[in-house]
């Protein structure tokens, strides 16, 4: 499975980011795509995830704040989380993962993006 995330970048605090994740390859080891992410010094923590099929859960982080949504594109899975009233916390390492299921955490999850930076300042 090739996952690839693009997006990221600088936003003031309050601002908006979207992060998108293609995965493409065996599709049953995309049956799930998750979002986690990991601050300096941290392990990562799982901030999103959604199945095909549709099922979506956000974790702590993303209530009330993000979105997450999934489409195909030509044999592609894109993943998008949109984010807003980012706050400087957020700031960290965002990193994309697919696996056939979204139960576990990030120890489970094979197949990893090489990770974008979100920066949020004040």
């Known amino acids: 499975v090739d996952v690839v995330e693009v997006g990221g970048g600088s936003v003031q605090a309050g601002g908006s980011l979207t992060l998108s994740c293609e995965a493409s390859?065996?599709?049953?080891?995309?049956?799930?795509m998750a979002w986690f992410r990991q601050i300096s010094g941290a392990g990562r923590e799982k901030v999103g995830s959604?199945?095909?099929?549709?099922?979506?859960?956000?974790e702590d982080p993303a209530m009330g704040r993000w979105t997450i949504s999934r489409n195909n594109d030509n044999g592609k899975d894109i993943l998008t989380l949109q984010m807003s009233s980012l706050k400087i916390e957020d700031t960290a390492m965002y990193y994309c993962?697919?696996?056939?299921?979204?139960?576990?955490?990030?120890?489970?999850?094979?197949?990893w993006g090489k990770g974008i930076q979100v920066t949020v300042f004040s």
């Open positions: 959604m199945y095909r099929e549709g099922k979506t859960e956000l």
């Open positions: 390859g065996t599709t049953r080891d995309f049956r799930c």
């Open positions: 993962a697919t696996e056939w299921s979204c139960f576990y955490g990030s120890e489970y999850y094979h197949n």
